[in-house]
């Protein structure tokens, strides 16, 4: 358990940065005086500082460590955080690409802090970490509704949080030791950029439509409803809350879900219950049922990305922190057009159609299960069985 407590910590942290800023979009949106299609624009310059963030994030690891790494970019990320909230739409555009950017390179630092616990101690606790996540989500969540109804302002929450996510890696870096020295780098040649290869392709397109969905929540949920569902700023915040509990406590019984039952099927599960989830939360208007369809989508997306991260380090080639960085490369390309995307089909639409649309990308997620056990999409006809994806290479 003691090895646990710096990952936890960390993601907990970040969850809290992330979740304040997040529920507070729409004062945000409102200070700077667009509508939610030119929010979504600009909420794309996280994604471009993800695309800049990726080349540099596995050799920055290997250079300095995942311990140090993670430990100086997540308070970049907490001090660059109070500016979003206050700042016209040209300054949010440039910090949110800084953000998105450090943000980056200490998501692979965590991540790889988790996997090297799981390689040094045979236990898996990469579900457990993210799951520290969702319980940051809850607690954010929970207190920026509080706030929010205070009429605390956003940038004074902000600073709130800063000041949390500062004190956290200080403590990380009082009670951990220091990590080996790194190796020196070599030379490398050609692009900078980690190029996936067909397994993370494929991983990814087992993941895409719970990530995307996943995003939709965090960029459109709180709008949703407030605007939909009539929710004022407290109830939302406790609506908003059930997705966390959901996502918390399937990830911190992922680990033991992926020894009982397997990848293949978490990853089926998890899209029937988003599918479940969206179609429950687009189609009442009781706002106790919108929290159980939240609670629903919360379950289905947990386990997405810590089974994307575990299959690309058990099917991957090379340096984990370069496999990571390519998968995160491939996520990020693969969704970077959704925020406007659904961004304009709110303006335009409606918001219901905006989480309709997903739902057959989450089809794909559940007929692309068998990748995460390493085997080829196979259908209920015409294959005599799944082959292994590492036999076709």
Not at 29 to 39: E, F, H
Not at 47 to 62: K, Q, S, V
Not at 251 to 280: I, N, Y
Request: hydrophobic fraction near 55%.
């Amino acid at each position: 358990m003691k090895s646990l407590l710096p990952p936890a910590l960390l993601y907990f942290s970040n969850a809290i940065l992330f979740i304040s800023l997040f529920t507070r979009l729409p004062a945000i949106q409102a200070s700077m005086g667009i509508d939610k299609a030119a929010l979504g624009l600009a909420l794309l310059s996280a994604p471009l500082g993800t695309f800049l963030a990726l080349p540099l994030a596995g050799r920055i690891n290997d250079r300095f460590s995942p311990r140090l790494t993670a430990l100086v970019t997540l308070p970049i990320c907490a001090l660059l955080s109070p500016a979003l909230t206050v700042l016209p739409v040209a300054g949010f555009v440039i910090c949110f690409f800084l953000f998105g950017f450090f943000r980056t390179i200490f998501d692979v630092a965590a991540n790889m802090i988790s996997a090297g616990i799981e390689q040094r101690t045979g236990r898996k606790v990469l579900s457990r970490s993210h799951g520290f996540w969702s319980i940051g989500l809850l607690v954010g969540s929970l207190c920026s509704g509080f706030l929010a109804e205070k009429a605390v302002t956003p940038f004074v929450q902000q600073t709130l949080a800063t000041g949390f996510v500062i004190a956290a890696c200080l403590f990380v870096f009082w009670v951990t030791p220091k990590d080996p020295a790194p190796e020196t780098p070599r030379d490398r040649k050609g692009s900078a950029y980690v190029l996936p290869d067909r397994k993370i392709l494929l991983i990814c397109v087992m993941v895409f439509g719970l990530c995307i969905v996943e995003g939709a929540i965090y960029d459109w949920g709180i709008f949703f409803l407030r605007e939909h569902l009539n929710a004022d700023p407290a109830i939302a915040g406790v609506l908003y809350a059930a997705f966390t509990i959901g996502m918390g406590l399937t990830r911190l019984c992922g680990d033991m879900l992926r020894d009982s039952f397997g990848p293949r099927v978490l990853v089926r599960a998890s899209a029937v219950s988003v599918a479940a989830g969206v179609t429950l939360l687009v189609a009442t208007p009781d706002l106790t049922l919108a929290g159980a369809a939240l609670f629903l989508i919360g379950c289905g997306v947990a386990l997405a990305f810590p089974l994307a991260v575990s299959t690309t380090i058990a099917l991957g080639k090379g340096k984990p922190s370069e496999n990571l960085a390519a998968l995160s490369l491939t996520l990020m390309l693969s969704t970077i057009g959704v925020p406007p995307l659904l961004g304009f089909i709110a303006e335009h639409i409606s918001l219901v159609a905006t989480f309709l649309v997903l739902l057959p990308c989450v089809l794909v997620s559940f007929l692309m299960a068998p990748v995460a056990e390493g085997r080829r999409l196979t259908w209920p006809r015409g294959i005599a069985g799944p082959r292994r994806i590492d036999q076709e290479n």
